[in-house]
């Protein structure tokens, strides 16, 4: 059964089937049904390296020294799914520069104003990808949502063409 | 290639009473199958070749072998009790392995997370000791001496109740539930889950029940069996890996698991491996 | 007040829900949709000759639309749940109540295509209900830019009832919520609130509970 349709309590993960308790370490640490029991320390779940940056998660395999990217003035906006192979996505961004492998910074032009955006992009698929929008810390949110919105739509409708 | 262990065995694909000339088209293994009341009000069924496969009609359900059948279909003599009232719960699709919706169906430690308030609740979660084997006459798992905590047993329970439970294997896709009568202290409700494979990870299931109970309104105790079977539906879609292992491997099963470790090593046992996987988890 | 109920109707359900965090008894009467169908019968259909359910009775009225029950039920016990009393508040709340329609045309006939063998174009019902759900998702969005968590508004409304139940039922219909974080948001608010009941599909959310008493 998908942990992630677990519940958290405390600093556990718990998993929705059997209610099977996991710490941070992924270790097992009770079984509902036997709460007499110490679980083996064969009972574990998978985990990975993960840390956080400018509101950003980011994630690798366990142990894994992470060498996260510099987002010094960026904050996190939005994370958005797009339906488009990454040519779709790149061929769609106007004047936007690949800053590093999955990375896209450029400028946007929001009515009188202009704002940075930056783009990480998460292959799902070949067909999907999630994109995860940064921003300056002024900027507006909601102007810049919508810019995203149209940028989709563009894209996708490209795509179909 | 379907084992023919498998061919050789009664699966459900219809309820009977909804049965009439223009019938039903589904499949069995894979296998398109039509369903239909024939002029002389007796039910048939046709593989894709035409060819009339051996029907068996019983617990309200139509029951076919899409090969030769190996032994007769289970009985249930609860249900010729005079009193019980049988209820045909309808019929619901399932993306997941057909065994899992059986093994699903034998299991109690999920009641308090998944049934909550119902069958189980926190912090009533302990599985006590039952016991469990394969009966060699019958050739059918048997669980007994099952105890469990529950606020709400059946539509007809008054207030929380431990309850007694018997489960049993009855065929590879269908399992039947004894569980206590709230209405009849001394007699067992009977629970059944029938499971039609449509594919390997696809599959309708057919519950049934044969109850005591003469006040509740029939269309109550449809919707209370619903309700529990709707529960588990999300859990049974997203388990993983799709095919259950008949081997041990990742998967580590307690003593709350003695049931579905018995009904995997029966499954193996036979060469009923339709929905089923070898390679370790 | 009697309301004539199918309990895996997400329909129903808004009615169900609505009245239990209004703290309001209803009486169920449980009408076999499936796979009896009672809700075509001759008998069913002289109450409602649409033959669908839910259908909410008080006295002489009797309602047929999920909508209509929602805004009975909240002017008769609880007007704070429909909006603030501006033209634009109303507006907002009715565009919510529409849309709830073309959310139970969508994922909620995915749902019965998936479940319970409704006849659908379950590509395009899909399609249409992920284009739903991206519309939810920016709207929710913006709202938790401006701090509200709600569909309209700084509290829930017969809105979030009336589009809740097949937003989060969307997964038995093959349609998972892993892309719209605002709206899996919005529907942890709604579970989290108090007296909501859930029903079969939606889980209790057990974090609400701590760990049993003497349990890490």
């Avoid at chain 1, 020294?65 to 192979?85: I, K, Y």
């Avoid at chain 2, 879609?237 to 580590?252: K, Y």
């Avoid at chain 3, 006849?119 to 509200?148: M, P």
Wanted: with cysteine.
């Amino acid at each position: 059964m998908r942990l992630s349709h677990g519940f958290v309590r405390g600093e556990s993960l718990n998993c929705i089937y059997h209610g099977w308790v996991y710490g941070a370490n992924g270790g097992c640490s009770r079984i509902p049904a036997h709460p007499e029991l110490v679980p083996p320390a064969s009972i574990k779940a998978e985990v990975f390296s993960c840390a956080q940056a400018n509101g950003v998660m980011f994630a690798g395999p366990a142990g894994a020294t992470m060498d996260l990217p510099d987002l010094v003035g960026w904050r996190a906006l939005r994370s958005m799914p797009f339906e488009c192979s990454q040519q779709d996505l790149e061929q769609g961004l106007p004047g936007f520069a690949a800053v590093a492998p999955g990375r896209f910074e450029g400028k946007v032009t929001l009515g009188g104003t202009k704002a940075q955006l930056c783009l990480l992009v998460q292959e799902l698929a070949l067909g999907k990808r999630m994109v995860h929008a940064l921003c300056g810390p002024q900027h507006d949110a909601v102007a810049l949502s919508r810019w995203l919105e149209a940028l989709r739509l563009r894209v996708e409708e490209e795509k179909a063409a | 290639m379907i084992p023919k262990a498998v061919m050789d065995e009664w699966y459900p694909v219809a309820m009977a009473s909804l049965i009439g000339a223009q019938g039903r088209q589904t499949q069995i293994l894979g296998l398109p199958i039509r369903v239909f009341r024939q002029a002389d009000g007796a039910i048939a069924v046709h593989g894709a070749d035409g060819k009339a496969l051996p029907v068996i009609l019983r617990f309200g359900h139509v029951w076919v072998c899409p090969g030769t059948p190996a032994h007769d279909l289970f009985t249930v003599p609860e249900a010729d009790q005079p009193g019980r009232r049988l209820v045909d719960c309808g019929v619901v699709r399932v993306k997941c392995s057909p065994l899992r919706a059986v093994e699903n169906f034998l299991d109690i430690a999920h009641f308090p997370f998944v049934h909550t308030d119902i069958l189980g609740a926190e912090p009533h979660t302990e599985v006590n000791r039952y016991e469990v084997q394969i009966r060699e006459d019958s050739d059918e798992v048997w669980a007994t001496k099952v105890h469990f905590y529950q606020p709400q047993a059946a539509k007809s329970a008054a207030g929380g109740i431990v309850t007694e439970y018997m489960y049993r294997v009855a065929a590879p896709t269908a399992a039947v539930l004894y569980k206590t009568c709230p209405a009849r202290p001394g007699e067992w409700d009977v629970i059944g889950i029938f499971v039609q494979p449509l594919s390997e990870e696809l599959c309708d299931v057919w519950p049934w029940m044969a109850l005591y109970d003469d006040t509740t309104p029939m269309a109550s105790l449809i919707q209370f069996q619903q309700m529990i079977f709707l529960q588990d539906r999300s859990i049974l879609e997203n388990q993983i890996p799709r095919l259950l292992p008949l081997d041990p491997g990742m998967e580590i099963p307690t003593q709350a698991d003695l049931t579905s470790i018995a009904y995997r090593r029966w499954l193996k046992r036979k060469g009923l491996t339709y929905g089923a996987q070898m390679v370790a988890a | 007040m009697i309301l004539y109920d199918y309990v895996l109707s997400a329909s129903c359900y808004k009615i169900r829900l609505m009245a239990a965090l209004l703290a309001v008894k209803l009486d169920l009467v449980a009408v076999d949709f499936h796979a009896g169908r009672e809700h075509k019968t001759p008998a069913f259909r002289a109450m409602n000759p649409a033959g669908t359910l839910p259908v909410l009775v008080d006295g002489d009225l009797v309602m047929t639309e999920s909508t209509a029950m929602l805004v009975y039920l909240a002017r008769l016990h609880a007007p704070a749940w429909l909006g603030s009393d501006t033209p634009a508040s109303a507006a907002r709340i009715q565009h919510w109540l529409a849309f709830s329609g073309r959310l139970g045309a969508s994922l909620g006939m995915a749902r019965l295509h998936d479940m319970l063998q409704f006849d659908a174009d379950i590509d395009a019902v899909r399609k249409a209900g992920l284009q739903c759900l991206r519309e939810l998702e920016a709207h929710l969005f913006e709202a938790r830019q401006g701090g509200r968590i709600w569909l309209e508004g700084d509290a829930p409304s017969i809105a979030d009832i009336a589009c809740f139940p097949n937003v989060a039922l969307a997964p038995d219909g093959g349609v998972v919520l892993d892309d719209f974080p605002s709206v899996r948001l919005w529907s942890r608010a709604i579970r989290s609130l108090d007296r909501f009941v859930e029903m079969p599909g939606i889980h209790r959310l057990h974090e609400l509970k701590p760990a049993p008493e003497g349990v890490a």
